[in-house]
């Protein structure tokens, strides 16, 4: 029992000062580097990860999605950044959350939806006095520099949201996922991965009985693995987070689609078993 108490408190303390990145800008600017630098200039001792600096520009629902697929599998005590910020330099808010396992930093435009929806939230806090690196003003074009990254990097090191912020009443969503019966959130297509897979927000449970439509085409041939899907015909899987993605074996869904984020996607229900 002594032993595992040890192994404990050693893993407590060796999550202590981790950092997850999640942005979009990109690989060929200095703007990511530049957030690590002033990160590990508050706290060299910080463990930075990079959840993806690819999303697309702008893309709040890409960025909500690619986050909510990631965190659950972080240590406990991790420092979300994320900096996907049209408004940057405006009235919108920058928002800090605490959730009974990780702390977030983000701007309040609805990034958060998909983790607030799910996670019990403790504190939510909008950031009023941030910690300042540098005497000069905070750039109104960069805030992921002079505001995300040196919270980041004082929060890594045990601090407090709350020294830095006023509580902010954090609304949680009605739902994020498509729900037949509520009809309160709309079928969309949340992410295109590397592969060409359409990554949507249908759950799962509508698997065995869903025919989905993607610009004119209707697929509804389901599938449990890649190897079993028939050449050059789009199928429905249920991928790694539950969440039904529409692929094509050994090619690239959304090219022979011709589907992007902004694609309209609908979903016709009927009693239809699947196709194995």
Request: glycine share 10%; charged share 20%.
């Amino acid at each position: 029992m002594k032993q595992t108490g040890r192994l404990t408190r050693a893993r407590k303390k060796s999550t202590q000062g981790l950092v997850a990145l999640l942005t979009d800008f990109g690989d060929s600017d200095h703007y990511a580097a530049t957030l690590k630098g002033v990160i590990l200039s508050i706290n060299p001792r910080a463990r930075i990860i990079d959840i993806s600096h690819n999303v697309s520009p702008q893309n709040i629902q890409q960025a909500g999605y690619l986050l909510w697929a990631s965190y659950q599998y972080f240590p406990d005590g991790t420092v979300f950044v994320c900096v996907i910020d049209p408004g940057v330099g405006s009235e919108r808010k920058i928002i800090c959350v605490q959730t009974d396992r990780h702390a977030f930093i983000a701007p309040d435009n609805g990034l958060l939806d998909m983790v607030v929806f799910q996670e019990n939230i403790r504190r939510s806090y909008e950031i009023v006095h941030p910690p300042r690196f540098s005497s000069r003003p905070i750039s109104p074009t960069f805030h992921g520099r002079d505001i995300f990254a040196p919270l980041a990097g004082v929060l890594s090191l045990g601090k407090s949201m709350g020294q830095f912020g006023k509580l902010y009443d954090l609304k949680k969503p009605s739902s994020m996922f498509y729900d037949s019966e509520k009809g309160t959130t709309t079928a969309r297509i949340l992410h295109i991965d590397r592969f060409g897979n359409l990554i949507t927000n249908i759950p799962e449970l509508y698997y065995g009985h869903c025919t989905i439509e993607v610009g004119r085409t209707k697929i509804s041939t389901r599938i449990r693995n890649y190897a079993e899907a028939p050449k050059n015909q789009s199928c429905i899987i249920v991928g790694s987070n539950g969440l039904i993605e529409i692929v094509l074996k050994e090619g690239s869904a959304a090219g022979m689609l011709g589907a992007n984020m902004g694609t309209p996607i609908t979903v016709s229900l009927g009693d239809q078993s699947p196709n194995f």
